[in-house]
């Protein structure tokens, strides 16, 4: 079953994550980029992870704490606009399933890291570059193809195609206030992108 790739702002939201080891650790740094707030718990901590709050002071918080029933996970998530979503990357399976299913019944957004059945939302590999983010995913198949896959577009995805994008969007607009018919403005966007891959 494929995935449909939907993109949402997180800047000012909140998520929590739970777990402390290096997958965590690698899905903070992702969701940084998106200038969210994070709350951490785990038992222990990363110093990865804690270089990353010292950094960030005001975007991560670190709770060191055992999470021991779900109900200490209401008071992260007072309402709806609270925590926009959870992250579960603890190494107990057990804990990892339990969170889930409160999350499922509190319609929480959940993903739980190599475990796909309990997942409401899957977090892809992500390449972002300036105003340019691209997700990837095979459904859960392969992770390391996944991997593979953002390495080839971060290839395509360099300082030239970045500044070609701010001349392309700036064409779009001129194109917009120039010229009447959509599909005339469409079909020059393409030949403008074809002439980029030309000069590649």
């Not at 650790?25 to 110093?47: C, G, M, N």
């Not at 804690?50 to 709770?63: A, D, T, V």
């Amino acid at each position: 079953m494929a995935y449909f790739p939907m993109f949402m702002e997180l800047k000012g939201k909140k998520c929590l994550v739970i777990g402390g080891g290096s997958v965590a650790y690698r899905k903070i740094k992702t969701l940084l980029e998106y200038e969210i707030e994070i709350i951490v718990i785990a038992s222990d901590f990363l110093a990865q992870i804690k270089e990353l709050e010292q950094k960030n002071k005001e975007r991560i918080s670190c709770i060191t704490k055992e999470i021991s029933s779900m109900e200490e996970l209401k008071g992260y998530h007072l309402n709806k606009e609270e925590i926009s979503f959870i992250i579960c990357a603890t190494n107990k399976k057990g804990v990892n399933q339990r969170i889930a299913c409160w999350c499922r019944e509190n319609r929480i957004p959940v993903n739980v890291v190599d475990q796909k059945e309990l997942c409401t939302f899957l977090f892809p590999a992500v390449v972002k570059k300036g105003d340019v983010s691209v997700g990837i995913t095979t459904s859960g198949v392969s992770p390391v193809a996944s991997s593979y896959l953002r390495e080839c577009i971060e290839e395509i995805v360099d300082d030239n195609f970045l500044e070609f994008l701010d001349e392309i969007g700036e064409y779009r607009i001129w194109l917009k206030n120039n010229v009447e018919r959509e599909e005339e403005r469409r079909e020059k966007l393409r030949q403008k992108m074809e002439d980029w891959k030309q000069r590649r």
